[in-house]
T-cell receptor, first 112, second 111 residues
Framework: ETGVTQTPRHLVMGMTNKKSLKCEQH?????MYWYKQSAKKPLELMFVYSLEERVENNSVPSRFSPECPNSSHLFLHLHTLQPEDSALYLC???????????FGSGTRLTVV | GIQVEQSPPDLILQEGANSTLRCNFS?????LQWFHQNPWGQLINLFY???GTKQNGRLSATTVATERYSLLYISSSQTTDSGVYFCAVMNYGGATNKLIFGTGTLLAVQP
């Protein structure tokens, strides 16, 4: 364990479902991130939260909705996803936006 | 935006061999990190190294920021070193205010 915990590890959902991914960090960091990793593509930054305030929204479709209720928890709410949204979703945290990142184990999402 | 190129894209080693992975970037950075992604998808931070040299066991890294490259050295490789190695850079507070990843080097260490 790296200190960043993601659940669930695997998720299969239909295109009409609503689900949420959860991320929790136990490192005392104050910045958290969602990344998407698709096959054959570099990791793509989706959202950045610093001190619980969203500071980056990287042109992500509205079917992905992040939530950061406190500095230790980050959620990614999913609804009406498309098959091309199938990917590994990684959460990360850092002491500050300019510091070293610690990643969780990821949620492997399959949209059917 | 900043470009991050890693080489080689793929590498096959026999156990015990040494290797050097390279990361070139196209603009000034003040944050550079090396990660190892294992076959199960876990990304492990190996080094936070915006400049200088660091060592951790069989791994070491050197970043020459003025020449815009970083090197990751793996000595006496083991099968557990297999996976993808990513370099990621940022110019925090500057032109590239988010961590940008390269496309990675896929390493396979054979017994």
């Amino acid at each position: 364990e790296t200190g960043v915990t993601q659940t669930p590890r695997h998720l299969v959902m239909g295109m009409t479902n609503k689900k949420s991914l959860k991320c929790e960090q136990h490192l005392g960091h104050n910045a958290m991130y969602w990344y998407k990793q698709s096959a054959k593509k570099p990791l793509e930054l989706m959202f950045v939260y610093s001190l619980e305030e969203r500071v980056e929204n990287n042109s992500v479709p509205s079917r992905f909705s992040p939530e950061c209720p406190n500095s230790s928890h980050l959620f990614l709410h999913l609804h009406t996803l498309q098959p091309e949204d199938s990917a590994l979703y990684l959460c990360a945290s850092s002491q500050s936006q300019g510091g070293g990142y610690t990643f969780g184990s990821g949620t492997r999402l399959t949209v059917v | 935006g900043i470009q991050v190129e890693q080489s080689p894209p793929d590498l096959i080693l026999q156990e015990g061999a040494n290797s050097t992975l390279r990361c070139n970037f196209s603009d000034s950075v003040n944050n550079l990190q090396w990660f190892h992604q294992n076959p199960w998808g876990q990304l492990i931070n190996l080094f936070y190294i915006p400049s200088g040299t660091k060592q951790n066991g069989r791994l070491s890294a050197t970043t020459v920021a003025t020449e815009r490259y970083s090197l990751l050295y793996i000595s006496s490789s083991q099968t557990t070193d297999s996976g993808v190695y990513f370099c990621a850079v940022m110019n925090y507070g500057g032109a590239t205010n988010k961590l940008i990843f390269g496309t990675g080097t896929l390493l396979a260490v054979q017994p």
